[in-house]
């Protein structure tokens, strides 16, 4: 798990202001928290995570030397200049169930002869933080028209360790002609 370091937020700079300093504002929040923490992380870090993490991954955050196990739970972005507004993450604790989402990547799908329908990209499910899925990446090449897999095909997703929040005969994606 990526380590991260952040700083607890200072309330004497606006947020606009501190996003021009180049720093970002965020919030750490959980049951086992005594409150909610407000933070702030540097720009770039912040960019970083957008890039190569979602809503659902996990980190700990090293909040001025307290190493917190966290999920980010939402991402707010500007709409006109994806300009990064606001990160909130959930402190996991080791022994209390939370709600996550499984992101579907498709490999092979660039070279398909066929119509490829993503139906469901996002999975949400329930987990202690240890059984937690982040990303799945199904390949897609040998796939046929007509061929249609639903969640219940999905190995890695059939465990007794999450409980899935979706229907098991739920399609992922399926195969279609290709329409002229």
């Known amino acids: 798990m990526e380590n991260i370091n952040v700083q607890k937020r200072d309330f004497t700079v606006k947020a606009n202001k501190m996003r021009r300093l180049g720093m970002i504002p965020g919030s750490v929040f959980g049951k086992y928290l005594p409150e909610a923490i407000s933070?702030?992380?540097?720009?770039?870090?912040?960019?970083?995570?957008?890039?190569?993490?979602?809503?659902?991954?996990?980190?700990?955050?090293?909040?001025?030397?307290?190493?917190?196990?966290v999920q980010i739970k939402e991402k707010n972005l500007d709409p006109l200049n994806t300009e990064i507004l606001h990160i909130s993450?959930?402190?996991?604790?080791?022994?209390?169930?939370?709600?996550?989402?499984?992101?579907?990547f498709l490999k092979g799908d660039e070279k398909f002869g066929g119509q490829l329908e993503k139906m469901l990209m996002e999975i949400p499910y329930v987990s202690l933080?240890?059984?937690?899925?982040?990303?799945?990446?199904?390949?897609?090449?040998?796939?046929?028209t007509g061929d249609v897999l639903t969640v219940k095909d999905i190995p890695e997703i059939m465990s007794d360790k999450i409980k899935l929040q979706v229907d098991m005969n739920e399609i992922v994606l399926r195969i279609s002609e290709r329409q002229e």
């Open 89 to 104: 993450s959930q402190a996991l604790a080791t022994d209390e169930k939370v709600n996550s989402v499984i992101h579907i």
């Open 129 to 144: 933080p240890d059984n937690m899925i982040d990303t799945i990446t199904i390949d897609v090449d040998g796939m046929k």
């Open 39 to 69: 933070i702030q992380l540097e720009e770039a870090t912040a960019y970083r995570l957008i890039r190569q993490k979602r809503e659902g991954s996990k980190l700990l955050l090293n909040v001025e030397g307290q190493i917190i196990p």
